[in-house]
């Protein structure tokens, strides 16, 4: 039998007797050397997984980019022509590029290749005929398991035999509450995972009881093992930014070859140079309309985001993915741990009478009230409250006490509820055992229904029960009646479908509901007597518990919905418990407009996009299933980010355009999918995570802007000196030297920006829209003519008054820094005035600027930088004039701002705010 075979096979269908004969496996385990040789045909019982990448894989990846390859190119040119210097510049730049984005995502890197650790312990097996322990990764097909309560099932097994088996298996199907287990349970072929109560799944954990199980699945051939190489297997989805970035990077390809081999014919045909001479004329076209220095100042940009996005409690894993949230147009959420606490919590009590109290808190930590009609109930002060408090913390089995400052808790998430919820009321399990002694306990099993204890009072034997509303409903008695008769056991019967029917419409909320009761036994009991059915006992009332909202989750989905963007939960839970959290969420309010796993295996492809595009539910989802639907919301044009913690959540965040796992209780296999890790678990930090990813996006553009316009100004220049019949109005060393050097230092410092603080007021951008929409398009045209104009102008004035090329050149130089100096300011708001930003909201800005003209001032006094650059110093007065001329792209950019407000009607306060200077 091989993995393949193994996976085909729904063991749980199977009779045990044809399984044991189908496996080769008898009661007595298998003998060691068969175990050897299955080991040596399956091999060892790990997942798959992909090995970390190596350093010099992380730093190749950084040459992936369409925008490296331009520049790659244009350094072969320049080497082919023999332009040394250019090409050294420019490999500078890309080497430059690969050292900062590699060593951010090594970084990230070395922590999250922890896949193997889900199977990483020893277990407990049979045989020949004795249990002994061994690695979990040498267990095979046949072994019989053993586990017991705190045990990681460590393969597939079909469970032989069962003694109150509660297995957790929340990391596969996303199930709050454990999982109840039978071996004698039968079911088909087409029943789901979290229904399978006759089998245990790799990876789970046992809360309660002991079992014995076949091994009918190892390694990939587990489910946990299957959704792992969905993960290796599934291709993911391309980040925002690298979509936009490919389509912009293909438009400047084509632009600039565009441009170079028109201006290289016109030079042949129209003024007779050589065709030598133009190519070399169109390489240095190239070198000034490609932005080299954009490859490093997005790296920085994405850096400085990160750095940002990890204060907030963000991990990025892949740069790229930085602005990625704040480009999504839709949050596909877990629900179990990711918008809840995925801690049971008792929510609400009622008592016989109908009485009904309200239980505040999330989780197990004890901190809240007990309210009834917004009025708090104090400690002590109801007598039937205090019985069931009582009752509570002594039928448990669960601990919950403070320590250095901090809550431990350790048991069955229903015993801590419990116990969280006494507290509140303020009973303490210590406390009630010092003064209740127990003596004897029933168990808690899924054949029975109930748990009871049962403690020595004074001259008799108290039981307290806890359990399933309709068996413990069973056990009490109602007002007893010194002559029962007809009338009086039916007034019995209506009272106890009563107490039904409440129970009913708590579940209907979503609720967990039990029932508590106490009794009395007249005779004393000890330990080592069989404890008596508890009978005739006295009910108490109902808890109803569920898995709580996280603090600050539904604040966050009502900001997600402020900013654009849409909220969907897609959980592996029943239906009635996805409604009622989801109503707290305002996603959804009533049973239809929850979709369930069920119907979305009989939808077709175009069934579940449409199901995509309205529906805000999905429950009973299987895993794959969640891919389907990830993959369907891409379809009908989402930037979609999915949010999970679990194994059963790994296949989709894989497949997203943004995969966000959480980082707390999240699982190896979920964060290893994922490009964000929420550190603290809380999906209110995705708002933030939005935000940052917004502010990161804008600064790019802002980066993207500067470099384009200024390149473009640089084109716009050349070609008016070309049809002018001009010399060449600067050199191509001098090109570089302002692209890399001194706009290189600016646009760095613009990458460090502030939030503008209106991010989140504004929707995500259009998935389809380019990085060069109508606005970019509008301002680097107004830019690059203006800059472009007066620098020709200023050129061909100063050959005209008789001044050298050299000289010209020198002062051309200056001035266009002079523009990329005052530019930036422009380029700080695409919409406001560059008068409304104060530049010392910006240090870094500020400081770029400055070291940037330093820098290019100092240069023109130093004999090397003379030499290389061919530069000298200019008088105050030279330099004076300059500025001024610089001052005019300013001026033409707020004039631009404000036509574009007032065309677009922004000059209000739900927009940009623009408000005119003047």
Request: glycine share 8%; hydrophobic share 45%.
């Amino acid at each position: 039998m091989t993995y393949q075979s193994q996976q085909r096979q729904a063991w749980h269908a199977f009779k045990l007797p044809l399984l044991e004969q189908s496996l080769d496996a008898t009661p007595a385990g298998l003998s060691e050397s068969e175990a050897v040789a299955r080991l040596e045909k399956f091999g060892p019982n790990v997942l798959p997984h992909t090995p970390p990448p190596a350093w010099w894989q992380i730093g190749l990846r950084q040459f992936r980019s369409p925008l490296i390859a331009i520049l790659g190119v244009a350094a072969v040119v320049s080497v082919a022509i023999g332009e040394a210097t250019d090409a050294t510049f420019i490999a500078a730049v890309l080497g430059l590029n690969a050292l900062i984005g590699g060593y951010q995502e090594w970084r990230a890197e070395k922590s999250t290749q922890a896949l193997q650790q889900l199977l990483q312990f020893r277990v407990a097996v049979v045989r020949d005929d004795e249990v002994c322990e061994i690695e979990a990764e040498n267990v095979v097909l046949g072994d019989t398991v053993c586990l017991e309560s705190g045990n990681r099932v460590p393969a597939d097994l079909r469970l032989v035999s069962a003694h109150g088996l509660e297995i957790d298996e929340s990391l596969l199907t996303g199930e709050s509450l454990a999982s109840s287990k039978d071996p004698t349970w039968e079911g088909d072929v087409q029943t789901t995972v979290g229904d399978r109560r006759n089998m245990a799944f790799a990876g789970s954990i046992v809360v309660r009881g002991r079992a014995q199980g076949l091994v009918v699945a190892t390694g990939p051939a587990t489910h946990v093992g299957q959704l792992a190489l969905d993960v290796m297997s599934a291709i993911g989805g391309k980040p925002p930014l690298i979509e936009r970035l490919e389509r912009f990077t293909r438009v400047v390809a084509a632009s600039v070859l565009a441009a170079a081999c028109a201006v290289a014919l016109l030079g042949v045909v129209l003024h007779d140079h050589s065709v030598h001479e133009m190519f070399l004329f169109s390489v240095a076209l190239a070198v000034s309309a490609i932005p080299e220095g954009l490859p490093v100042a997005l790296t920085v940009a994405l850096a400085v985001g990160t750095a940002r996005m990890a204060r907030r409690g963000v991990i990025v894993r892949r740069l790229v993915a930085v602005e990625g949230l704040g480009s999504c147009t839709l949050i596909a959420s877990d629900k179990t741990g990711t918008l809840t606490c995925n801690e049971l919590t008792v929510r609400e009590i009622r008592l016989p009478t109908g009485e009904r109290y309200e239980v505040s808190g999330e989780g197990f930590v004890p901190e809240g009230q007990v309210t009834r009609d917004g009025y708090e109930i104090e400690t002590g002060g109801h007598s039937e409250l205090a019985r069931l408090a009582c009752v509570a913390v002594l039928c448990n089995e669960a601990d919950l006490h403070r320590r250095d400052g901090k809550w431990i808790w350790r048991g069955d998430a229903v015993d801590l509820a419990l116990l969280a919820m006494a507290h509140k009321l303020g009973w303490t399990r210590e406390a009630g055992l010092a003064s209740h002694p127990q003596v004897n306990e029933i168990p808690f099993e899924p054949e029975r229904q109930f748990a009871a204890t049962y403690h020595q009072a004074e001259e008799a034997v108290d039981v307290f029960v806890k359990g399933a509303p309709e068996r413990v409903l069973a056990m009490c008695h109602w007002e007893p009646t010194p002559q029962p008769n007809e009338a009086s056991h039916k007034e019995v019967l209506q009272k106890v479908e009563e107490m039904l029917r409440l129970a009913e419409s708590m579940s209907q909320q979503g609720y967990r509901v039990l029932a508590l009761a106490e009794g009395t036994l007249p005779a004393r009991l000890d330990s080592a007597q069989v404890a008596p059915e508890p009978s005739d006992l006295i009910f108490l009332g109902f808890v109803g518990m569920i898995d709580p909202l996280r603090p600050g989750v539904y604040d966050a989905i009502r900001e997600c919905r402020e900013a654009g963007v849409g909220t969907c939960m897609i959980t592996g839970d029943h239906p009635v418990t996805a409604l009622a959290i989801s109503r707290d969420l305002d996603l959804a309010s009533e049973p239809n407009q929850v979709v369930t796993g069920s119907e979305l295996a009989k939808m077709s492809p175009a069934e579940m996009e449409a199901a995509v595009k309205t529906a805000r539910v999905f429950a009973r989802v299987a895993p794959r299933q969640k891919l389907e639907l990830v993959d369907a919301a891409r379809r009908v044009g989402h930037f979609i980010a999915v949010t999970g913690d679990g194994v059963n959540d790994a296949p989709a965040l894989r497949a997203a355009n943004i995969g966000v796992a959480m980082g707390k209780s999240g699982t190896d296999v979920a964060r290893e999918a994922a490009e964000l890790v929420i550190s603290d678990d809380n999906f209110a930090t995705i708002v933030t995570g939005i935000e940052e990813g917004r502010v990161a996006y804008d600064n790019v553009r802002k980066v993207i802007y500067l470099l384009i316009s200024t390149g473009a100004a640089e084109v716009v220049l050349v070609v008016l000196a070309l049809l002018a019949g001009l010399p060449l109005p600067l050199l191509a060393v001098q090109l570089l030297w302002l692209n890399l050097v001194t706009n290189g230092i600016q646009d760095v410092a613009l990458a460090f920006e502030p939030n503008e603080g209106d991010v989140l007021k504004r929707p995500p951008r259009p998935p389809s829209e380019n990085i060069f929409n109508r606005l970019m398009i509008e301002r680097t045209v107004v830019a690059a003519l203006v800059m472009g104009l007066v620098g020709f102008g200023a050129f061909w004035w100063m050959l005209r008054v008789g001044w050298s090329v050299a000289t010209a050149r020198n002062a051309l130089l200056l001035l266009m820094v002079l523009f990329e100096n005052i530019h930036i300011g422009n380029c700080r708001s695409e919409t406001k005035s560059a008068l409304r930003l104060s530049p010392f909201r910006s240090p870094f800005l500020l400081g770029g600027v400055l070291i940037a003209l330093l820098l290019h001032l100092g240069i023109m006094f130093v004999p090397l930088g003379q030499k290389v650059l061919h530069v000298e110093p200019l008088s105050l007065t030279t330099f004076a004039s300059l500025w001024a001329l610089a001052l005019s792209v300013f001026v033409a950019m707020e004039i631009h701002k404000w036509i574009w407000c007032r065309r677009e009607r922004c000059g209000n306060a739900s927009t940009k705010g623009f408000t005119s200077v003047g």
